[in-house]
């Protein structure tokens, strides 16, 4: 899917217009994957364009940042007000956000310390990430031979730019073999995530997502889907789970940012089947909050005006 232009990009603190949004070929980041990134949506609510849990994800750039020694010149509420700007700028009620944080043009040595941060934030139109139907019909996935990358090879907490090698490879392998996504397992064998979503089974009746523990991002969307779950009175838990638990699920889901709330159909051609209820009700509400339909979570909406 290509991106949609959209007239200007913020880059450290002016607004350029989208074309001239470039860096040089030596930055730093583009040689050593040094990066740090999020992505946010913003959704129409009744009183305008919205973002979902904006402070949250600016929160977690800064701790990704922090996670890998970078100091990022601006301030929470900077960074916050920026993307605002953007969303409001662009005219559009509802985008992908997409800061990044990077070290740019100056040094080439591997010592990151030295390097000039650079931030840029660009919004954009951005439709179903695993496609339209995925929402309503689910996706078939399969289990990767690359392992979910160790917390002590990397920083698996941060939304580090080169750590998503791992996710691309996963990606690439699941997609040649003729499936929608992956699932990367960690190096002890229990699951850990997707490559750019958290996933969730349902057995008995209880909701089942990994722990942090397995190396699993702390998604933003994981932890909504767990609050909307839990005061739905559902049961709800975090529990390491093997291949077969995935195999033998009642119901599956992935959720992120980009891709939102997907039924998972199969896991390496055992078949969970068309999305089930839970599925269904978690989705259902997940949509409705983030548009600001749904009082209790009124507060993850953010205003752009
Ligand atoms: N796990 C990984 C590895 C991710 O990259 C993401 C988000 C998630 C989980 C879910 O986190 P959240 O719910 O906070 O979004 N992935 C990005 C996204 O914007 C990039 C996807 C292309 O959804």
Redesign the pocket.
Known sequence: MPIEKTEKIWMDGELVPWDEARVHVLSHSLHYGSGVFE?IRAYPTASGPAVFRLTDHIDRLLDSAKLIMMDVPYSRDELVDACRVMVRESGLDSCYVRPIAFLGYGEIGLNPLPCAVNVSIAVWPWGA?LGEESLSKGVRMKISSWKRMDPNINPVAA?GTGIYIN?SLAKVEAVHAGYDEAILLNTQGFVA?C????LFIVRKGVLVTPPLSSG??E????DSIMTIARDLGYEVREDNLLRHDLYLADEAFL?????EIVPIRSVDDRVIGDPGEMTRKLQETYFAAVRGQVEQYRDWCENVS
């Not at 959720?255 to 891709?259: D, F, M, R």
């Open positions: 992505g990430y939304k996710s995530e490559t750019g979503e958290n699993a991002l998604g933003i969307t994981r959720t992120g940012t980009a891709a």
